[in-house]
């Protein structure tokens, strides 16, 4: 029924295609820190603008909590004018008021993350951020290793990271902001924290303060509410898409003068 491949072929093809990728994209355009809401969002834009981007995602899975929406109710909501980035990927949509929708969450997730492998952005599964390359002030990229590695024993631990490049490096990371804190514990930012829930308030705040927090260095979602003491908002996604949308173009803007 199906055609001849033993272990050895279908080894030989994961590795080998792995590789070619990881030697390709050891030096990128931009670094997308995150595959959540509004890391997949500035990875797409900036893909299908012709940039080199690398997706680099902590979890077995992308997505965040795209996926699951609020309180394991895996519905996602957005509001008015962020449900358009839906409208554009063909997800289906139910208006439950005056410009906020629904969404179901798998399938809003599915079609932004294959949007984003289309467009030709590269992912990392399983790795995690263990520090920032700098070069004269500046963000040059990030180092990283496999998540599992943080779960072993100290004294037992001795896997190295590895180096990528990039000319602009993109913290999607959520509440953690886990670039934006590798800065702070060197002393190069001061993070007050995010604040507490606010939607209304959150949502714009989120959009208008995305950007460039560190030359190389851009916020965008929920990382941007840490990086600025902004109120967090909850279970909606439209300042995620449209704050990955922006950060996609203030980095575009960057590379142009680059």
């Not at 554009?88 to 629904?102: F, N, Q, R």
């Not at 989120?206 to 990382?223: D, S």
Request: glycine share 10%.
């Amino acid at each position: 029924m199906f055609s001849p491949a033993g272990e050895k072929e279908i080894t030989r093809a994961i590795a080998s295609e792995f590789i070619s990728m990881l030697n390709e994209y050891a030096e990128s355009d931009v670094v997308v820190v995150g595959a959540g809401p509004s890391g997949l969002m500035a990875a797409r834009v900036l893909a299908a603008n012709k940039y080199k981007v690398l997706v680099i995602e902590r979890n077995n899975y992308l997505g965040g909590g795209f996926w699951l929406g609020g309180f394991l109710f895996n519905e996602i909501t957005v509001r008015s004018p962020g449900h358009k980035i839906l409208q554009d990927l063909g997800v289906p949509l139910k208006e439950h008021s005056s410009g906020l929708y629904s969404a179901p969450g798998p399938y809003a997730c599915s079609k932004l993350i294959a949007s984003a492998c289309d467009a030709g952005a590269k992912f990392i599964n399983m790795a995690l951020i263990d520090d920032v390359l700098i070069r004269e002030k500046r963000v040059a990229g990030v180092v990283v290793n496999w998540t599992p590695v943080s779960a072993l024993p100290r004294e037992i631990t001795c896997v190295d990271p590895i180096g990528l490049e990039s000319k602009l490096v993109i913290d999607s990371t959520g509440h953690e902001a886990e670039v934006v804190r590798k800065l702070e514990k060197r002393g190069l930012l001061k993070v007050p924290g995010y604040g507490a829930m606010w939607v209304e308030r959150s949502e714009d705040a989120v959009v208008e303060h995305t950007g460039e927090v560190y030359p190389g260095l851009i916020v965008t979602g929920m990382a941007v509410s840490t990086a600025y003491g902004l109120p967090r908002m909850g279970p909606v996604f439209s300042a995620m898409l449209e704050s990955g949308r922006r950060g996609a173009e203030v980095a575009i803007q960057k590379l142009k003068s680059l």
